[in-house]
């Protein structure tokens, strides 16, 4: 019998005991946890919520309510469930850790960060907590480049150190007569920014050079993954086994080297890389900053992202690419470029389609001085549908005296109308300190022109190399001061703007960032060199 079957039979089971017996707590509790686990996330927030009314000490309840409702982007409402299960068990760090996820969708990077450190100080055994931290600490405007820096060495010697002890596999040798075996391991090979650009990569190298092989930390089956399934050699689901089960099977498949593409992101696996099951191990693309492990030994960059005073910020030696350190593959579908909507007669829009945990206080600051220079034009924010999110921005910007008639929110939206909102925007703004990425090569495609500041480091630099590459220095600003300024005078002489992103897309099509052949061509001489080194 399927699993299906199995979860149909269980609920079943529950449906008939609480028919038979008056309410209870722990049974309505068991129905909601099956309905969630089967995607009946509806009929699963009935039968939660019912359990906590029947007895509010519950706390499993009121963190399944909370895991439930955070699922549903009802964010407000799950740091409300956290909260009640915190006040009846404060010392929890699970409790306090999933309040800090909650925060962080709520673009309260500094409350998820206190969640996360006392979470840590309760239960400091915890990688996956630290890890939310670290990449937490990214979003956050008033935290320097040096302290995120030793928060991944702190992982590091903490989680890693004694694995890194581990013997390495012997090298197998590379004579230049036979492809290199290079590993590929990430839990974003789907349709998801990671795996658009692997797949992009994969189906651009050489096989008489490099035999591609994925180590597929997801569960996601979809005709994307199916796909890409038909541009490498081998592919292995590694998402139920432990982390010794995959060493065993990396080390079994004898790579010349292994490229990681999650970091410290969701569905990571360090614990693998720390056991050093490959010779070489190299970290690229998905993450924006160092894994913190001395075993992981080279991380894929270019000279705009990580400038040769980045250096100290990174526990591996950077390898920089001639041009760009990915490639954007472009979305599925798309639909066609609409120019300036202002130019059409709209108010001048500003906007920002990041993930909205980007906003930070600094980018608030700068983004409320912009429209205060521009009182006519808006700003367009990707938000969670979420009235609660809504409200916490709209006060965030009010004290700066943005009022919310100059604000505009769009909830998550399908690709393809994700796409189409470009063509509302006139000028995108680059979220910082943690820039856009594929958004921003999105954003480009679409020919919607975006004004980014250069950052320290490469996470608030990923604006810098895409824009150098295709060729628009203007777009550049130095400083916070600079931004507003070129922002306004964007705004303020639109036809001038408009030339500049006339054609963008097929610009674009002939820049570093889509000569998918030649990135290709760049990333096989770096594995050469890594792997000779």
């Not at 591996?316 to 798309?334: C, K, M």
């Not at 590459?469 to 703007?497: H, S, T, Y």
Request: net charge negative; aromatic share 8%; glycine share 8%.
């Amino acid at each position: 019998m399927g699993g299906g079957d199995e979860h149909s039979g269980s609920v079943s089971e529950l449906l008939r005991r609480i028919n038979q017996v008056s309410d209870n707590a722990d049974t309505r509790l068991n129905l909601g946890t099956e309905l969630a686990e089967i995607g009946q996330p509806m009929e699963a927030l009935v039968h939660l919520q019912r359990a906590v009314e029947l007895d509010p000490s519950l706390v499993r309840g009121h963190i399944r309510l909370g895991n439930l409702l955070r699922d549903l982007s009802r964010t407000g409402e799950a740091v409300e469930a956290y909260g009640r299960a915190l006040e009846l068990r404060p010392d929890d760090p699970f409790i306090l850790s999933n309040l800090g996820n909650a925060w962080l969708d709520l673009s309260e990077s500094g409350r998820a960060i206190d969640c996360y450190r006392q979470s840590l100080e309760i239960y400091p055994n915890a990688p996956a907590t630290l890890s939310n931290l670290i990449f937490t600490m990214h979003y956050d405007s008033g935290i320097r480049p040096e302290e995120i820096a030793a928060a991944h060495r702190e992982w590091g010697r903490r989680f890693g150190q004694a694995l890194d002890q581990v013997e390495p596999p012997e090298r197998p040798k590379y004579d230049r007569c036979r492809p290199m075996r290079i590993g590929f391991l990430s839990a974003d090979f789907r349709y998801h920014p990671v795996g658009r650009m692997a797949s992009v990569l994969w189906a651009n190298l050489n096989r008489d050079q490099v035999m591609p092989i994925v180590y597929d930390n997801s569960s996601d089956e979809s005709s994307a993954k199916r796909r890409y399934r038909k541009k490498v050699a081998e592919w292995h689901n590694i998402v139920s086994l432990s982390d010794d089960a995959v060493v065993n099977r990396i080390r079994a498949d004898r790579l010349d080297a292994l490229v990681d593409f999650s970091g410290h992101t969701s569905g990571n696996r360090l614990g693998v890389l720390a056991q050093k099951p490959v010779p070489v191990q190299i970290t690229m693309l998905a993450y924006p900053n160092t894994t913190g492990l001395s075993a992981v030994d080279w991380r894929i960059t270019d000279s705009q992202a990580d400038p040769s005073s980045a250096d100290l910020f990174y526990v591996e030696q950077l390898l920089r690419l001639p041009s760009v350190a990915w490639v954007y593959g472009a979305p599925d579908a798309s639909p066609e470029p609409g120019g300036l909507p202002c130019l059409g007669g709209a108010p001048f829009t500003f906007g920002c389609l990041n993930n909205p945990a980007k906003i930070s206080a600094a980018a608030v600051d700068s983004w409320s001085a912009i429209l205060r220079a521009c009182p006519q034009a808006r700003l367009m924010l990707l938000v969670r549908d979420d009235p609660v999110h809504e409200g916490l921005l709209v006060a965030k910007f009010e004290r700066y005296g943005i009022g919310a008639g100059q604000l505009l929110f769009t909830a998550k939206v399908p690709e393809l109308s994700y796409l189409e909102l470009h063509n509302r925007i006139d000028l995108m703004l680059d979220p910082f300190p943690y820039n856009g990425g594929v958004t921003t090569g999105d954003c480009l495609w679409m020919e919607t022109p975006i004004l980014t500041m250069k950052g320290d480091s490469y996470v608030s630099r990923q604006g810098v190399s895409l824009l150098t590459a295709v060729g628009m220095p203007e777009l550049i600003a130095a400083d916070r001061e600079e931004l507003v300024v070129k922002a306004a005078g964007w705004c303020k002489n639109p036809q001038q703007l408009a030339k500049l992103a006339e054609g963008l897309r097929g610009r674009m099509l002939h820049s570093p960032l889509m000569d998918h052949a030649g990135y290709a061509r760049q990333l096989t001489e770096a594995f050469e060199r890594m792997i000779t080194a």
